[in-house]
């Protein structure tokens, strides 16, 4: 009876230890040369199990409902509402003679926070699962593998314990990079990673650098010649690249969440797609002054939305991996179509863009042959330094060129135009001394015949004075004619008058009557005095006249201002009532008797009071025949002495 115990334990221990089916067989020729790995996450001898039971690491374990799923196969499926995937995994490893007692190691792959066990033993932790009370915390890569030795070639129980959280960005994959949980390390692996690493990081910033100082140069170029619109389109262009670049390195770093990375892998996408789809056609475009298709860049859009959107659904990588292609190639024919037309009309600056253009297209397709003629070639640190940094340098080092030769074209340009300019302006300076040649002999011509035309001028100037003195003596006949009647009109009277006084005094000598005689004698003299008088004041008025008509002599003498208002009052006062016997107005004067005679050239200033009375007899007459209730025509001139600068002055103001 109790052999019969010991025989059911037995094969229930054997049942057991057989759960796992046989032992995945380790190889040296499994090793992945290139990265001196063996990624046995795709055998297919993994148990799983859900949950976060603990003790599934030890050796005698019932698997009984366990099932099969190899550790590249978790996903998404198995997360919980929380999006919390927590799972064991087991498997029996047995490595052969030929890597036994050899630097072996085990490495993870982040972003989980994984616990491996060795026969039971943990041998290895990344992360925190959370299972001892602190927080979760995912594994951002960056240590070292962990060394392990396997001396006999007997089975060993492999089991993980994996906690991870979906990504929060669509699609909400399980963030876990592809190639499985764990993997085995051999003993060059470390420093080949390294090396790589480094030399990759080197390659990298050198390029950042390279692109970023040509896009600085290319915006300050812009700054500085803002007219040259083709360096805003270089620039941009540059700008994406070094922020690709950027993005680049940033999906390198160890150290960075899930999250970072993908936001840095999708960054970059988003770059390549625009930059490359929508900025290189605008860019050849505007340098080989092509215009620009408008359905071609919104179809290209279209593209670059459909690519850029293509990591949040993986449904669609069959129609996205379509689009990328379709894409690439279209910008491709774009390409070669603009520098295929512009062939024969490319100059300068312009070959340097197209044999940048050439060498970045050949670059790319000799290194997409190379890759697929020769499988570990993508490993080749020579091969990876050579074909990230020649289509990454082809198009901005093209673009430096040009911006160098264009600059060059231009400067030739404008010593060209400068050149034109300075023969422009001999040209001109000749021609504008001809001009000024001309001009001097026809000003010359023309000042003679100015001087011709004063010299006219002036004789008709004096004859027009002379004239207008006529004209002002003719307007003046009338009234001087009344002025001159009056006393005539004395003189006849008194000279009738003294005549019969004559006779009358010559009856009375005769008579005797001296007494009577002398009476007589006496009015006569007196009749005579009064016919002088009346004779010198017609003498005086033919004498103004005479004097207004003569030219004026130009010469001051002392002149009675009052009397000279005076008499020229009267006359302009006559002379308008001979023209119109209808015209009556009321004259008042206010002589200043202190005035006494000032120098003046009585003819000019006769002329002046002359002309200013006369307008004030019209104006007062116009008024008049405006018919204004009350309104009586009045013209008031009167004289006063001033005194300014300590001499005195006659002024004469006229109402």
């Not at 994959?173 to 990081?201: C, D, M, Q």
């Not at 605008?282 to 290209?300: A, E, Q, S, V």
Request: glycine share 6%.
């Amino acid at each position: 009876m109790k052999f019969l115990k010991f025989i059911i334990v037995f094969l229930f221990t054997v049942h057991l230890c057989q759960a796992q089916d046989t032992a995945i067989v380790l190889k040296k020729s499994m090793i992945d040369k290139p990265t001196d790995a063996i990624y046995f996450g795709w055998e297919n001898r993994w148990i799983f199990k859900q949950g976060n039971d603990t003790g599934l690491e030890k050796i005698n374990i019932d698997t009984t409902g366990w099932k099969k799923l190899n550790p590249v196969d978790l996903s998404s499926e198995y997360a919980d509402k929380n999006g919390r995937v927590e799972c064991w995994f087991r498997a029996n490893i047995q490595l052969d003679s030929s890597l036994l007692n050899k630097q072996l190691g085990f490495d993870f792959n982040p972003y989980a926070a994984t616990e491996l066990f060795v026969d039971g033993k943990l041998v290895a932790k990344r992360g925190n699962s959370g299972d001892d009370g602190k927080p979760f915390r995912e594994y951002t890569g960056g240590m070292d593998p962990v060394n392990f030795h396997f001396e006999n070639s007997s089975p060993h129980i492999l089991a993980i314990h994996f906690v991870g959280y979906l990504s929060p960005l669509p699609p909400h994959e399980l963030k876990l990079w592809t190639g499985g949980i764990v993997f085995l390390t051999g003993p060059n692996y470390f420093s080949f990673h390294s090396e790589v690493a480094e030399n990759r990081s080197n390659i990298n910033y050198l390029l950042l650098s390279a692109c970023a100082v040509l896009s600085i140069l290319f915006w300050l170029l812009l700054y500085q010649n803002k007219q040259e619109k083709n360096l805003f389109w270089i620039a941009l262009f540059t700008t994406l690249l070094t922020i690709m670049t950027w993005c680049a390195i940033g999906i390198a770093q160890t150290g960075i969440s899930f999250t970072q990375a993908l936001i840095y892998r999708y960054s970059g996408l988003f770059l390549i797609y625009f930059g490359i789809l929508i900025l290189l056609p605008l860019l050849l475009g505007k340098i080989f002054n092509r215009k620009i298709n408008k359905k071609l860049i919104t179809l290209l859009i279209l593209f670059v939305i459909l690519n850029s959107i293509g990591p949040f659904f993986r449904q669609w990588n069959s129609i996205i991996n379509i689009a990328g292609v379709v894409s690439f190639t279209l910008i491709l024919s774009v390409c070669v179509y603009y520098v295929a037309t512009s062939w024969k009309h490319l100059k300068g600056a312009q070959w340097a863009i197209v044999f940048g253009l050439i060498i970045f297209i050949s670059s790319i397709l000799i290194v997409l042959v190379l890759q697929v003629m020769i499988k570990d070639l993508v490993y080749s640190e020579f091969f990876y330094n050579i074909s990230t940094a020649i289509p990454m340098v082809s198009i901005p080092l093209s673009l430096l060129v040009y911006v160098s030769m264009r600059f060059k074209e231009i400067v030739k340009e404008v010593q060209v135009n400068a050149n034109r300019v300075l023969v422009l302006s001999e040209e001109k300076k000749k021609h504008a001394e001809m001009q000024q040649k001309i001009l001097q002999d026809e000003v010359t011509k023309q000042t003679a015949e100015l001087r011709h035309t004063l010299d006219d001028l002036k004789s008709t100037q004096s004859q027009l004075i002379q004239s207008e003195k006529m004209a002002s003596l003719g307007e003046l006949t009338a009234g001087i004619a009344h002025e001159i009647q009056n006393p005539l009109n004395f003189v006849n009277n008194f000279s009738e008058v003294s005549n019969e006084l004559i006779d009358e005094m010559n009856i009375e000598l005769d008579k005797g009557d001296i007494t009577e005689a002398k009476a007589i004698a006496a009015d006569v003299k007196q009749n005579l005095e009064k016919i002088n008088h009346h004779g010198k004041r017609a003498d005086a008025i033919v004498k103004g006249m005479l004097q207004h008509s003569r030219s004026s002599s130009g010469v001051k003498e002392p002149t009675d201002i009052n009397a000279l208002c005076d008499e020229y009052l009267r006359l302009s006062y006559h002379g308008l009532r001979a023209k119109d016997k209808s015209f009556n107005a009321t004259i008042k004067t206010d002589f200043d008797n202190s005035i006494g005679n000032i120098n003046i050239i009585p003819q000019d200033i006769g002329r002046v009071v002359l002309n200013l009375l006369t307008n004030a007899f019209y104006v007062v007459d116009e008024k008049k025949k405006q018919n204004i209730p009350g309104y009586e025509p009045t013209v008031t001139v009167s004289t006063s002495r001033s005194l300014s600068f300590g001499e005195g002055r006659g002024e004469v103001t006229i109402k």
